[in-house]
């Protein structure tokens, strides 16, 4: 039986592959398995290879500007995960950051363009970003994202795909405010 049932599973997971195998039991249990995966599939990846050499809260950070990222709502994105966990932010060109700056965040990113399902209108998408945070020039912690294989991500706001990287990035601080449309609580309290 064990065998019937882990063949179901293996054999119902795959795109365009139905088998029934007479059981009712075995075929919901077939069922529910794939679709518990291909909902998993579809969720912004983990941060990729976290390194974060400095646990301690960070209220302050100045966010040095990056205008090779061609994405509008990269940098807003950035600051709405950033004021999640109680960090104030403020983004400086590149090369011009003042001494009363001492943490700062770095990042790189890739976008690819494509059309959405139903549109002829080319939208782009990030597919790749490196965030490096540094207090007087030396690093407290780097994370990066990266598209899930099978990109079921891959319309997912920058906000949500650098949320990971930030709660990796700022161990330090708790999530005090959600910013998203359907809680505006962070707004009352200034942030």
Known sequence: MRTIITATLLVSSLAGCVVTSGNALVD??????????????????????????????IRDVCIEWNGSVALSDFVPGLQGELQKHGVQSRVYDAGTQSLACPVTLSYVGYVKWDTKVF?????PYLTYAALTLRRDGRVLGTAQYRLGSF?????ASAGDKLAPLIDALFPGNPIVADNSPDN???AANGF
């Open 184 to 186: 505006m609580r962070g």
């Open 28 to 57: 919901a249990v077939g069922l529910v398995g794939s679709a518990a995966s291909s909902v998993k599939a579809m969720t912004p990846n983990t941060t990729q290879n976290p390194i974060v050499y400095s646990k301690d809260p």
């Open 151 to 155: 990109g079921q991500d891959k319309w």
């Open 119 to 123: 549109t002829d209108a080319y939208t």
